[in-house]
C-alpha cells in the first residue's frame, strides 16, 4: 500500500486538551484518532465548530483527508483543539488564508482553563457558609 503524502500538519490547543491535525492526500475523509470524526464527536454543534477554519477559508477539502490525533480534556476541549490545529494546518498549506482566519479567531488559542481550588474552600470561589455565633 502506498503511504499518502501529507501536505501541512498544526498543532492546536484548549483547556487542557492538544491535537495534531495533518492533511494529506486524499478524498475529504476525517478522522480522529483513527475513528470516522461522526462516530467521535457526536455533536453536531461541534464538528460545526471543528469545520469553521475550512468554511472560512474555502480551502478545497475534496482532495484532503484530515487526519486528527486529540488528547487529554473532554470532547469539547478536543474539537476547540482540533479547529486550532486545522486553521494552523490550513495557513501551512495556503498562507494567504492567514489573515480571513486570523480575523475570524480561529489563529488565537482559547487560554481560558479551570480555576484552581483554593485552601480552606470547597472549591475556588465557593465559600464555607458564615456563621456570626
Known amino acids: 500500500m502506498a503511504t499518502k503524502k501529507a501536505i501541512s500538519a498544526g498543532t492546536g ?3 487542557t486538551a492538544s491535537a495534531r491535525v495533518n492533511l494529506v ?3 475529504g475523509v476525517w478522522t480522529v484518532n483513527k475513528v470516522a470524526l461522526e462516530e467521535y464527536i457526536t455533536s453536531e454543534a461541534l464538528r460545526d465548530y471543528l469545520k469553521q477554519p475550512v468554511a472560512i477559508s474555502g480551502y478545497d477539502m475534496s482532495k484532503v483527508d484530515v487526519v486528527a490525533f486529540a488528547k487529554g480534556g473532554g ?3 478536543q474539537a476547540g483543539a482540533i479547529r486550532h490545529g486545522l486553521a494552523r494546518a490550513l495557513v501551512a498549506a495556503d498562507e494567504s488564508t492567514r489573515a480571513a ?3 475570524a479567531g ?3 488559542r ?3 482553563m479551570k480555576e484552581r481550588k483554593k485552601p480552606g474552600q470547597p ?6 457558609q458564615f456563621s456570626k455565633r
Request: proline share 0%; with cysteine; hydrophobic share 25%.
Open 25 to 27: 492526500e486524499g478524498t
Open 101 to 103: 482566519l486570523k480575523k
Open 13 to 15: 490547543r484548549r483547556k
Open 123 to 128: 472549591g475556588a470561589r465557593k465559600r464555607f
Open 75 to 77: 470532547i469539547a476541549g
Open 110 to 112: 482559547d487560554s481560558r
Open 106 to 108: 480561529c489563529m488565537t
